[in-house]
C-alpha cells in the first residue's frame, strides 16, 4: 500500500510537471502556427512553398495534440464531478467517436452492453477511459480482426470488458503499463494508460490486462455498480 501511495505521488508530480511545460510549449506554437496560416493565403508565396507551410503546421497541429493530452493530466478537480451514468450511452457515444478510425485498418466493432448498467463516475473521464482503452486495442489489432466491448452487471460490480485479437504482450509488458511515458508505438505518448489508471484509482475500480503475446489482450474494468432509476 506505501508503494502505491508514493507512486500516486510520484504521478502527481509527474503531471504538474508536463501539464506547466505542455502549457509553456503551447503559445509559442500557437503563434507560429498563425504566422504561417497567413502566409498560406498570402498571394507572394507559390504553391510549392504554401504546402510546405501546410506540412508544418500539420506538425504543429500534432504538437498541439500531444501538449493537450499532457494538460488534461492535471486539470483542476473542479468540473470533475461524478454522477450516475449510464454505461450503454456512455459506451455509444465513445464508440461513434472511434468508429471512423476502426473503419480505417478495417475493425468491426462489436458493443455489447447490458441495459440498467450505472456507475457513479464522472462522465468525461469516464469516456476518456474507454476511448483510451479501446484505442489502444484498435492499435493493437491487425488489419480485420474485430474488437468487441462487453458491459455487464456481475452482482454488485459494472464489468466493462474490451477485447482484442492483437499483437498482444508479454508479462513484463504488461507489468509496465501505466508507467508514465512507457510506449511501444512509434509515435504513441505512453499517458493514455497513465491517465486511465489514475481514473480507476479515483473512482475506487479496478483494471486487470489479460494478455498473450501474438493472440491479444482482454482488458476488464470494474466498478461498483449505482441503482438505475
Ligand atoms: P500509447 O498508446 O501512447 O503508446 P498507452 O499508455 O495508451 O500509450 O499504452 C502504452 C503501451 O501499452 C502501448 O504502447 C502498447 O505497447 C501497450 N498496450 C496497451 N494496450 C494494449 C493492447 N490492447 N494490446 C497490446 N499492447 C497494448
Ligand atoms: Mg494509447
Redesign the pocket.
Known amino acids: 500500500y506505501h508503494e502505491q501511495l508514493q507512486q500516486s505521488e510520484r504521478l502527481k508530480m509527474i503531471a504538474h510537471l508536463t501539464a506547466a511545460v505542455a502549457h509553456e510549449i503551447r503559445n509559442p506554437v500557437t503563434v507560429v502556427r498563425g504566422f504561417l496560416q497567413l502566409y498560406r493565403e498570402d498571394p507572394a508565396f507559390d504553391d510549392p512553398v504554401k504546402n510546405k507551410f501546410k506540412l508544418m503546421i500539420d506538425e504543429l497541429n500534432t504538437v498541439e495534440q500531444i501538449t493537450s493530452q499532457f494538460l488534461t493530466l492535471s486539470k483542476p478537480n473542479r468540473d470533475q464531478k461524478p454522477e450516475k451514468v449510464d454505461v450503454n450511452d456512455a459506451l455509444q457515444s465513445v464508440t461513434g467517436l472511434v468508429r471512423s478510425y476502426a473503419m480505417l485498418s478495417d475493425n468491426q466493432m462489436h458493443i455489447e452492453a447490458e441495459e440498467g448498467c450505472f456507475i457513479f463516475i464522472n462522465p468525461i473521464e469516464f469516456k476518456q477511459l474507454l476511448m483510451?482503452l479501446i484505442?489502444?486495442?484498435l492499435?493493437?489489432s491487425n488489419m480485420g480482426t474485430p474488437v468487441t466491448v462487453i458491459a455487464k452487471r456481475n452482482q454488485h460490480y459494472i464489468e466493462i470488458k474490451i477485447i482484442?485479437e492483437?499483437?498482444?504482450?508479454s508479462e513484463d509488458?504488461v507489468k509496465s503499463?501505466g508507467t508514465p511515458f512507457?510506449?511501444?508505438?512509434s509515435n504513441?505518448?505512453?499517458?493514455?494508460?497513465?491517465i486511465c489508471f489514475n481514473i480507476v484509482e479515483k473512482y475506487d475500480g479496478e483494471i486487470h490486462y489479460d494478455?498473450k503475446k501474438g493472440v491479444g489482450?482482454t482488458?476488464t474494468i470494474r466498478f461498483l455498480a449505482t441503482e438505475g432509476k
Open positions: 483510451n484505442k489502444n486495442a492499435e493493437a482484442d492483437g499483437s498482444g504482450m509488458e503499463l512507457y510506449s511501444l508505438k504513441g505518448t505512453g499517458l493514455g494508460l497513465m494478455s489482450t482488458v
